[in-house]
């Protein structure tokens, strides 16, 4: 039992290791020019041309992933008694701590943006802040390093201190955003093309960041019609096998195809701090590009605690109650 139970934690963490470390792998690839992983690769085994920095470097990334995988088993074998679940509780709470930044990042660079914007349309910006500070919000980028990236650090601090998820305070904003919008056009024939940024800024938000906190309250949509009236058990296998062969590969496939290469559909947005094409609209189109990694990123990580948590149950480990079958209503055996 306990050899069984290391070996899937040790899985499950390096699985999860692995996703921060691809994330880490695409910043110092795009950011700061280091090779990849595959190019390190093809020097050991074709003899690509490399130079000795960016070797130096590639080397760097495997240790990096060695070194991972040597602490993981250190720990896992240091906390023998840590059950399945309480690991698959760990990895809920560190998507929920993404889920908590990226809540109020949407929401303080909305706010901040859309003030921006409103000042620029109305031509008071200038006597506001200046025109060296105007002439900086004018451009994307050094909007987006000077204003929408301090408030992204100020998020993950703020998230770290706080435990409300935000969904329904962000669903409220959607609302009094779209009331906004008709009250401004329809009342007083006002209306400029930052509303509808916020709007749906906020409302993707909204969706994507929701998903990961949805699947493990059990809210995602499922043929219930036969798992319904499964035992617990059968439950388990279903959500054990639907996480590694359904959930895991579609978040990967989002990751690999969206930050493959520079030209990735979700990275190029990023990197190039793409806008819309209205002159006068919120410059947080980049950004959008990004809910769907942290999409990605956060429904990995519950994919793998779903997993972790199935697999306690066949295991014997925990046992799903009786009351409606869930696979959220977990109970550890001979817990005093």
Same mark, same amino acid.
């Given at each position: 039992?306990?050899?069984?139970?290391?070996?899937?934690?040790?899985?499950?963490?390096?699985?999860?290791?692995?996703?921060?470390?691809?994330?880490?792998?695409?910043?110092?690839?795009?950011?700061?020019?280091?090779?990849?992983?595959?190019?390190?690769?093809?020097?050991?085994?074709?003899?690509?041309?490399?130079?000795? /920095?960016?070797? =130096?470097?590639?080397?760097? $990334?495997? *240790? #990096?992933?060695? +070194?991972?995988?040597?602490? @993981? %088993?250190?720990?896992?074998?240091?906390?023998?008694?840590?059950?399945?679940?309480?690991?698959?509780?760990?990895?809920?709470?560190?998507?929920?701590?993404?889920?908590?930044?990226?809540?109020?990042?949407?929401?303080?660079?909305?706010?901040?943006?859309?003030?921006?914007?409103?000042?620029?349309?109305?031509?008071?910006?200038?006597?506001?802040?200046?025109?060296?500070?105007?002439?900086?919000?004018?451009?994307?980028?050094?909007?987006?390093?000077?204003?929408?990236?301090?408030?992204?650090?100020?998020?993950?601090?703020?998230?770290?201190? /706080?435990?409300? =998820?935000?969904?329904?305070? $962000?669903? *409220? #904003?959607?609302? +009094?955003?779209?009331?906004? @919008? %008709?009250?401004?056009?329809?009342?007083?024939?006002?209306?400029?093309?930052?509303?509808?940024?916020?709007?749906?800024?906020?409302?993707?938000?909204?969706?994507?960041?929701?998903?990961?906190?949805?699947?493990?309250?059990?809210?995602?949509?499922?043929?219930?019609?036969?798992?319904?009236?499964?035992?617990?058990?059968?439950?388990?296998?279903?959500?054990?096998?639907?996480?590694?062969?359904?959930?895991?590969?579609?978040?990967?496939?989002?990751?690999?195809?969206?930050?493959?290469?520079?030209?990735?559909?979700?990275?190029?947005?990023?990197?190039?701090?793409?806008?819309?094409?209205?002159?006068?609209?919120?410059?947080?189109?980049?950004?959008?590009?990004?809910?769907?990694?942290?999409?990605?990123?956060?429904?990995?990580?519950?994919?793998?605690?779903?997993?972790?948590?199935?697999?306690?149950?066949?295991?014997?480990?925990?046992?799903?109650?009786?009351?409606?079958?869930?696979?959220?209503?977990?109970?550890?055996?001979?817990?005093?």
């Amino acid at each position: 039992m306990t050899g069984s139970r290391q070996f899937f934690r040790i899985i499950s963490a390096f699985m999860v290791a692995t996703i921060l470390l691809f994330l880490l792998n695409r910043y110092l690839a795009f950011w700061l020019d280091w090779p990849d992983l595959t190019g390190v690769f093809a020097w050991f085994s074709e003899g690509s041309e490399m130079s000795t /920095t960016s070797l =130096l470097q590639g080397i760097c $990334l495997w *240790f #990096l992933y060695l +070194l991972a995988a040597v602490l @993981i %088993v250190r720990h896992i074998r240091k906390t023998p008694d840590t059950s399945m679940n309480d690991d698959a509780e760990t990895y809920t709470r560190m998507a929920y701590f993404i889920v908590r930044a990226a809540f109020w990042s949407v929401f303080l660079v909305g706010i901040a943006d859309a003030a921006i914007s409103l000042l620029r349309v109305e031509g008071v910006l200038l006597s506001i802040v200046g025109e060296k500070w105007t002439a900086i919000m004018d451009q994307a980028h050094s909007r987006g390093v000077y204003i929408h990236y301090p408030l992204i650090l100020l998020s993950v601090v703020i998230a770290f201190f /706080t435990r409300s =998820l935000g969904f329904m305070w $962000l669903a *409220f #904003l959607v609302v +009094l955003s779209e009331f906004a @919008i %008709v009250l401004s056009r329809f009342i007083f024939s006002y209306e400029q093309a930052f509303m509808g940024d916020l709007v749906r800024f906020w409302y993707a938000a909204l969706f994507l960041f929701s998903s990961a906190y949805t699947l493990v309250e059990g809210g995602h949509v499922r043929v219930d019609v036969l798992y319904a009236g499964m035992s617990g058990r059968a439950k388990a296998w279903v959500n054990a096998i639907g996480s590694m062969i359904l959930g895991l590969p579609l978040c990967w496939t989002i990751l690999l195809l969206g930050m493959g290469s520079k030209q990735g559909s979700l990275i190029a947005p990023i990197i190039n701090f793409e806008i819309s094409q209205s002159g006068y609209g919120m410059y947080v189109k980049y950004l959008m590009a990004a809910f769907l990694l942290v999409f990605a990123v956060t429904m990995a990580i519950q994919f793998i605690s779903y997993f972790l948590n199935s697999v306690a149950i066949l295991t014997g480990e925990i046992e799903a109650k009786n009351e409606d079958d869930d696979m959220d209503e977990v109970v550890l055996q001979g817990a005093a």
